[in-house]
């Protein structure tokens, strides 16, 4: 028997979730004037509430997405967020609770995969989410950067709704795509670019080469002091940019380079794999300032997930997988390249579901995962078929941030 209750939330109860959300947060709750951009994103039944005494303790929320895996496939994806539970009730097993019914719950709806964005490290792993992807930060000091090249196409800045369209389009030709890459649910825009845009002066750039519109880039400047040796400089930031193929990519960074008055550029949730200091005269006028987990992923339904992907050309595995939240996961696995099939026994590596999310997209191998100990071993020679079964061509990447 526990103190307390998990219910779906309706519609009434989304601004007390909200404001306890963002209480978690330390902040303050959403404005009056902002809170429509907020409402909209609540999707019906994706909802939770932890009650005790009548009141609302803890929420977590989920909306409605797909995600790219290797080799193309787009399966349902739940993008889970504003996850909190009240400073008076932490460590008492809430959040747990939450978690335990939002799992059965996406995976009854049919999701295959979650993922997350965590705000410390230690939370996630024992509901079975893994590190799948990463990002990095970058900061460019621009007077030194010298770009190598000149632009190719034409980069021109689109005011309002017209800029948000063009973004969007582009977006949802490119993303989800590459591995790792998710489809944004309708309120992501207005909560992210348009509320943003009245409040914040961000700006749409749209990149057009011989075929159109093929990339654009959503940025916002931090005016400081135009005076030599000031203390604050102007510093612009890229917020988000995606770009159909690497002439449209290169562009979109040259005309970043070029805006006047700009001292430094920083840039952060950026693929790792992105190419930036190659287009600069100066390679180390561009710094990684960071290089962090993005996706925490969480395979659902084991047998779908792995149905999903597709795997290199190889000797087979078979994997044995442990789930404590969804025990209908766990099992034993063969994995080949011609596909998966659940089998009796014989596992060669034994390993939770966290960890088998983290090496699902390809973002790490089961070798570092092994040197590592954090999955065991039952036949050595599985971790080199394993390893050349699951690898990818591209580092996966996520790049929308919620
Ligand atoms: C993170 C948070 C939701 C955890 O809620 P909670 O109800 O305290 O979690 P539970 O009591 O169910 O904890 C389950 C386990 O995780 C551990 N745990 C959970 N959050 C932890 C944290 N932040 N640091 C260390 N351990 C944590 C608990 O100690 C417990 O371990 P045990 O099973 O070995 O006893 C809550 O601390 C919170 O709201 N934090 C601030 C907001 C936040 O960070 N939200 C997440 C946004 S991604």
């Not at 790490?364 to 050349?388: H, I, M, N, P, Q």
Request: glycine residues 8%.
């Amino acid at each position: 028997m526990t103190d307390h209750d998990i219910r779906v939330l309706d519609d009434s109860q989304y601004r007390a979730a909200h404001a306890l959300f963002r209480g978690t947060l330390h902040r303050a709750p959403t404005p009056d004037d902002q809170w429509k951009y907020v409402q909209e994103s609540y999707e019906p039944g994706r909802a939770l509430g932890a009650f005790a005494d009548g009141e609302m303790i803890g929420t977590v929320q989920s909306f409605p997405s797909t995600m790219a895996v290797p080799g193309g496939a787009v399966v349902p994806h739940a993008a889970v967020s504003r996850v909190g539970v009240r400073a008076d009730w932490t460590r008492r097993g809430v959040l747990s609770a939450l978690q335990r019914e939002q799992l059965r719950a996406m995976r009854s709806a049919g999701d295959v995969v979650a993922s997350l964005r965590a705000s410390e490290t230690v939370i996630y792993g024992r509901y079975g989410y893994g590190v799948a992807s990463r990002y990095r930060s970058l900061r460019i000091d621009r007077h030194h950067a010298a770009p190598r090249t000149r632009p190719a196409g034409r980069v021109r800045l689109v005011e309002g709704e017209a800029g948000e369209r063009i973004a969007r389009e582009l977006f949802e030709e490119l993303s989800p795509g590459r591995t790792g890459t998710i489809s944004r649910w309708p309120a992501w825009w207005g909560l992210n670019v348009r509320r943003r845009m009245a409040d914040e002066n961000m700006k749409i750039a749209v990149r057009s080469g011989a075929s159109g519109d093929d990339g654009y880039l959503v940025y916002k400047v931090e005016p400081g002091e135009h005076d030599p040796g000031d203390e604050k400089p102007t510093t612009l930031a890229v917020l988000d940019l995606w770009a159909r193929d690497a002439e449209a990519w290169a562009d979109l960074w040259l005309f970043v380079l070029g805006i006047d008055l700009v001292v430094e550029v920083t840039a952060s949730g950026r693929p790792v794999d992105e190419p930036l200091q190659w287009l600069l005269g100066d390679r180390r006028a561009c710094r990684m300032t960071d290089e962090y987990d993005e996706t925490w992923l969480r395979l659902l339904d084991v047998p779908a997930a792995l149905a999903a992907r597709t795997y290199r050309e190889g000797e087979p595995v078979v994997i044995g997988v442990r789930d404590v939240y969804l025990p209908e996961n766990s099992g034993t696995y063969r994995v080949a390249a011609g596909g998966v099939t659940r089998v009796e026994d014989g596992a060669e590596l034994v390993l939770d579901v966290d960890v088998l999310a983290a090496a699902y997209l390809g973002d790490v191998s089961f070798s570092t995962l092994a040197a590592t100990r954090r999955l065991d071993v039952v036949e050595a020679g599985a971790l080199r078929r394993a390893d050349a079964l699951f690898a990818v061509d591209e580092v996966p990447w996520c790049g929308s941030y919620f």
